[in-house]
């Protein structure tokens, strides 16, 4: 029998696939910047930095070791699938309702008129970034990764174009919210409407401590970085204002 090479264009297209999604993501994200930062100005979009950079870090503590638990368990078994499911079911609601009963006391502390009906909004981001951890997971162990990107994408696209119509409307912050609200529902929406195996809604145990071993401290090196990003963010906003903040996270093409 003879074999035929494999496609170099095909296998260019494999190799630059896992980039796809990370390098479409910063390109939609730079173009709706230079769309929307004209229209809301460096308050606006400081106030909406400053924000999310509070919400980022809580998002980031709750699904980085919940994602790195399941990348490391050899062969999960389904038990473990529902029991990370109703986890971050659970954890994701606390943090979320968390987040929006310390808003007052935060809004405080940083002194920006606006700032709390912003952070209470964008409140629910960290319980639909819980409900993505399991259907990416899965996907990705089944080699779907193209859906994951693909559903990354949508996201961009769906939620940069509310924004954008929000924006010249004259809606000002808001329209980032509902930008980044939008990309989150979408993602979500198109990552568990993917056909697949069913995951069940069952608490184990057994399977949690499993999921709490695999999630040990190396999930930092998966934090750090995100954590000192925001952090600056937030220090510099609490110190300077949100024009300040909105100046750095510019400068270190940091969302």
Same mark, same amino acid.
């Given at each position: 029998?003879?074999?035929?090479?494999?496609?170099?264009?095909?296998?260019?297209?494999?190799?630059?696939?896992?980039?796809?999604?990370?390098?479409?993501?910063?390109?939609?994200?730079?173009?709706?910047?230079?769309?929307?930062?004209?229209?809301?100005?460096?308050?606006?979009?400081?106030?909406?930095?400053? /924000?999310? *950079?509070?919400?980022?870090?809580?998002?980031?503590?709750?699904?980085?070791?919940?994602?790195?638990?399941?990348?490391?368990?050899?062969?999960?078994?389904?038990?473990?699938?529902?029991?990370?499911?109703? #986890?971050?079911?659970?954890?994701?609601?606390?943090?979320?309702?968390?987040?929006? /009963?310390?808003?007052?006391?935060?809004? /405080?502390?940083?002194?920006?008129?606006?700032?709390?009906?912003?952070?209470?909004?964008?409140?629910?981001?960290?319980?639909?970034?819980?409900? #993505?951890?399991?259907?990416?997971?899965?996907?990705?162990?089944?080699?779907?990764?193209?859906?994951?990107?693909?559903?990354?994408?949508?996201?961009?696209?769906?939620?940069?174009?509310?924004?954008?119509?929000?924006?010249?409307?004259?809606?000002?912050?808001?329209?980032?919210?509902?930008?980044?609200?939008?990309?989150?529902?979408?993602?979500?929406?198109?990552?568990?409407?993917?056909?697949?195996?069913?995951?069940?809604?069952?608490? *184990?145990?057994?399977?949690?401590?499993?999921?709490?071993? /695999?999630?040990?401290?190396?999930?930092?090196?998966?934090?750090?970085?995100?954590?000192?990003?925001?952090?600056?963010?937030?220090?510099?906003?609490?110190?300077?204002?949100? #024009?300040?903040?909105?100046?750095?996270?510019?400068?270190?093409?940091?969302?």
């Amino acid at each position: 029998m003879i074999e035929f090479p494999v496609d170099p264009g095909r296998r260019l297209v494999d190799a630059a696939r896992p980039y796809l999604a990370p390098v479409v993501g910063e390109i939609g994200w730079f173009g709706f910047f230079l769309l929307l930062a004209p229209v809301i100005g460096p308050r606006g979009y400081g106030l909406f930095t400053l /924000a999310i *950079s509070g919400i980022a870090i809580a998002e980031v503590l709750l699904v980085e070791p919940a994602a790195r638990a399941l990348r490391r368990i050899a062969a999960p078994e389904e038990r473990h699938w529902s029991t990370m499911l109703v #986890t971050m079911m659970g954890l994701g609601a606390a943090t979320s309702f968390g987040l929006y /009963a310390v808003a007052g006391p935060v809004t /405080a502390v940083v002194g920006e008129e606006g700032f709390g009906d912003i952070f209470r909004s964008l409140a629910v981001l960290p319980l639909l970034g819980a409900l #993505t951890v399991v259907p990416r997971a899965a996907l990705r162990r089944e080699g779907r990764a193209a859906v994951v990107s693909a559903a990354g994408v949508a996201g961009v696209v769906a939620g940069g174009g509310i924004g954008v119509a929000l924006a010249w409307a004259g809606e000002g912050p808001w329209s980032l919210v509902a930008q980044i609200v939008v990309q989150r529902l979408v993602e979500c929406t198109v990552l568990w409407g993917v056909p697949g195996e069913r995951i069940g809604i069952i608490w *184990s145990p057994r399977h949690f401590a499993d999921l709490a071993k /695999a999630a040990d401290r190396s999930a930092l090196a998966d934090v750090c970085p995100a954590l000192g990003a925001h952090g600056r963010c937030i220090l510099i906003g609490v110190l300077l204002g949100p #024009t300040a903040t909105e100046i750095m996270m510019f400068t270190t093409a940091k969302r």
